[in-house]
């Protein structure tokens, strides 16, 4: 909504509202491709097609050891956060394709079984061996980020970027413990 303000101000210029339905590293991913194919002169109708194929092809999935940010935040309840803490649930977040919103994709007991379905589900998209672009976030959790990567590595062929902090707006909704990933198959990007 922002941006769609921002072009009004500017009624002048050629803007082309994209919604990523994404966020962090799988949205960056979409503006560097947008990025350099405009450069290369592609016509904007083609432009548009290579970030929808990028959209659809890449997911992002997360989880976080702290619930606490969570719930003063109102992203769940304090009753559903308190009971997730004392049982030691942590969830897997991803985002939804249609609106690009968040939603639960699992949930795990203890910290390290999350990151273990975080792999579990990028295998039930991927099957083992496949090429894969792959980035690993954090919000402020550098030592964690590590061990998702050292769990993902020997399952899939990944073209890794590099491992580093996710978006300043992700980090502050959901505390310093968060881990991510985004993902997807090596060959959208072959375009």
């Known amino acids: 909504n922002s941006a769609l303000a921002a072009a009004q101000l500017v009624p002048e210029a050629n803007i082309t509202h994209v919604d990523t339905k994404t966020l962090s590293a799988a949205a960056g991913w979409q503006v560097v491709a947008a990025a350099r194919a405009i450069k290369a002169g592609w016509p904007i109708k083609k432009v548009l097609e290579l970030v929808a194929e990028i959209s659809a092809a890449s997911e992002s999935i997360y989880t976080l050891k702290d619930l606490k940010y969570l719930i003063h935040g109102g992203r769940i309840s304090h009753m559903k956060g308190l009971i997730a803490s004392l049982l030691n649930i942590k969830p897997v977040i991803g985002v939804e394709k249609v609106n690009g919103t968040y939603v639960q994709r699992g949930q795990a007991r203890a910290f390290n079984g ?49 491992v580093g902090p996710m978006s300043l707006v ?13 993902f997807a198959p090596l060959s959208v990007f072959d375009a």
């Open 114 to 162: 999350a990151l273990s379905k975080m792999v579990g589900l990028m295998k039930k998209q991927h099957a083992e061996g496949s090429k894969l672009r792959v980035q690993v976030l954090y919000s402020y959790n550098p030592e964690s980020a590590a061990m998702l990567h050292t769990k993902i590595d020997p399952f899939f062929d990944c073209t890794w970027l590099p």
């Open 170 to 182: 992700l980090g502050a909704h959901t505390g310093p413990s968060m881990v991510g990933v985004a």
